[in-house]
């Protein structure tokens, strides 16, 4: 007896390759710009189609596989009379077209950033309002600060995009969906804000649990996602965070509004290191780890807050610098830096 079920997935892929074989046909017919609407264009129609026959996960990489493929046969032909750069140049573009059209398709039911578990409007407005009977008032950032930040973040920002985009490609190969994780985190004054990062977990890693800190050996995270938080380039998205005044590269770390309303409860003193803008890297990072308690962040942003200078960040960032790209990749780091580093000015 037939099955229906294998019926229809074997009609299914039989129509994927022939649709392949027309956008291979169509490859190279109409310009460099028209390949690459084909390419994408054929990805995206691929990708709804083999996420049926084969599933979701290999479903998406199947049809970025398939469009690319077919890309590259078409080059391949048109090789010798395109000359060497003009074909490099041209997969380049055949890539980028059907990585668009997988993200595309994923886009559409998954879309490009994930927003698990956002406060209720109550929980911001308690955070808030707490902080501004706590501190009062904020201190503005200074115009040295604000410049310097705004400086590097726009330079920044121009140089990865080449980086940015290879990131984002090997998260979405691993596990095809969002490439963005939005963290609801609490900045200057108690007020929250969209803290960006490169999603570095599985999709809904947080489904079952709810808002938790990470563990040291988080089986959500990718295997994209340990290269990345170990060279902390998950953060490169807060370049935007920085341009839009809404954190600095050195300050205290965002800490996500939910817990930060957990850690008032029990400590109120908690929201002095909001008096001053949040950073990408910041004292207890350099001097800590990711997983020291929050009355030893407390103690430590309490340092920095005290000590803040253009020229203590400068110190910082090149610690942090070192950390990240050098100590941690030591066999015999102890996880702390060398205490002469650290010495406060007056």
């Given at each position: 007896m037939?099955?229906p079920?294998?019926?229809?997935r074997?009609?299914?892929?039989?129509?994927?390759l022939?649709?392949?074989?027309?956008?291979?046909?169509f490859v190279g017919?109409?310009?460099?710009?028209?390949d690459v609407?084909?390419?994408?264009?054929?990805?995206?129609?691929?990708?709804r189609?083999?996420?049926?026959?084969m599933?979701?996960?290999?479903?998406?990489r199947?049809?970025?596989?398939?469009?690319?493929?077919a890309?590259?046969?078409?080059?391949?032909?048109?090789?010798?009379?395109?000359?060497?750069f003009a074909g490099w140049?041209?997969?380049?573009?055949?890539?980028?077209g059907?990585f668009?059209?997988?993200?595309?398709?994923?886009?559409?039911?998954?879309g490009?950033?994930?927003?698990?578990?956002?406060p209720?409007s109550?929980i911001?407005?308690?955070v808030?309002?707490?902080?501004?009977?706590?501190?009062g008032?904020?201190?503005k950032?200074?115009v040295?600060?604000?410049?310097?930040?705004?400086?590097?973040?726009?330079t920044g920002?121009?140089?990865?995009?080449p980086?940015?985009?290879v990131?984002?490609?090997?998260?979405?190969?691993?596990d095809?969906?969002?490439?963005l994780?939005?963290?609801?985190s609490?900045g200057?004054?108690?007020?929250s804000?969209h803290?960006l990062?490169?999603?570095s977990?599985?999709?809904?890693a947080?489904?079952?649990t709810?808002p938790?800190?990470?563990?040291d050996?988080?089986?959500r995270?990718l295997k994209?996602?340990?290269?990345l938080?170990k060279?902390?380039l998950d953060?490169?998205?807060?370049?935007?965070?920085?341009?839009?005044?809404e954190?600095?590269?050195?300050?205290?770390?965002?800490?996500?509004?939910?817990?930060?309303?957990?850690?008032?409860q029990a400590m109120?003193e908690?929201?002095?290191r909001h008096?001053?803008?949040?950073?990408?890297?910041g004292?207890a990072?350099?001097?800590?780890?990711?997983y020291i308690?929050?009355?030893?962040k407390l103690?430590?942003d309490?340092?920095y807050?005290?000590?803040?200078s253009l020229?203590?960040?400068?110190k910082l960032l090149?610690?942090?610098?070192?950390?990240v790209?050098y100590?941690?990749?030591r066999?015999?780091?102890n996880g702390?830096?060398p205490?002469e580093?650290?010495r406060?000015g007056?």
């Amino acid at each position: 007896m037939t099955n229906p079920k294998l019926t229809t997935r074997v009609t299914v892929f039989l129509f994927a390759l022939s649709l392949t074989w027309l956008g291979f046909l169509f490859v190279g017919s109409w310009g460099v710009l028209g390949d690459v609407i084909v390419i994408t264009a054929l990805a995206w129609a691929l990708s709804r189609l083999m996420v049926f026959v084969m599933g979701s996960k290999w479903g998406y990489r199947s049809a970025f596989i398939i469009a690319f493929g077919a890309a590259l046969a078409g080059e391949v032909v048109s090789f010798s009379s395109s000359g060497i750069f003009a074909g490099w140049w041209r997969l380049l573009l055949a890539f980028l077209g059907a990585f668009t059209g997988g993200l595309l398709a994923t886009a559409n039911h998954n879309g490009l950033w994930e927003d698990n578990f956002p406060p209720s409007s109550e929980i911001l407005d308690e955070v808030l309002i707490f902080h501004q009977r706590r501190l009062g008032g904020v201190k503005k950032i200074p115009v040295s600060k604000r410049c310097f930040d705004l400086l590097v973040a726009l330079t920044g920002a121009f140089l990865v995009v080449p980086i940015g985009l290879v990131i984002t490609f090997f998260i979405w190969f691993e596990d095809p969906g969002p490439l963005l994780f939005i963290k609801n985190s609490v900045g200057i004054g108690g007020k929250s804000f969209h803290q960006l990062k490169f999603r570095s977990m599985v999709r809904d890693a947080e489904k079952e649990t709810g808002p938790v800190l990470s563990k040291d050996d988080d089986a959500r995270v990718l295997k994209i996602g340990h290269l990345l938080r170990k060279t902390a380039l998950d953060e490169l998205p807060q370049l935007l965070n920085i341009i839009r005044g809404e954190m600095s590269f050195v300050g205290p770390r965002p800490q996500r509004t939910v817990l930060v309303r957990e850690y008032l409860q029990a400590m109120s003193e908690y929201a002095e290191r909001h008096g001053v803008a949040p950073g990408i890297s910041g004292l207890a990072q350099v001097v800590g780890s990711y997983y020291i308690t929050p009355r030893q962040k407390l103690r430590l942003d309490r340092l920095y807050v005290r000590h803040a200078s253009l020229g203590f960040d400068l110190k910082l960032l090149v610690i942090a610098f070192l950390v990240v790209f050098y100590l941690r990749w030591r066999k015999d780091w102890n996880g702390r830096v060398p205490r002469e580093w650290l010495r406060f000015g007056s």
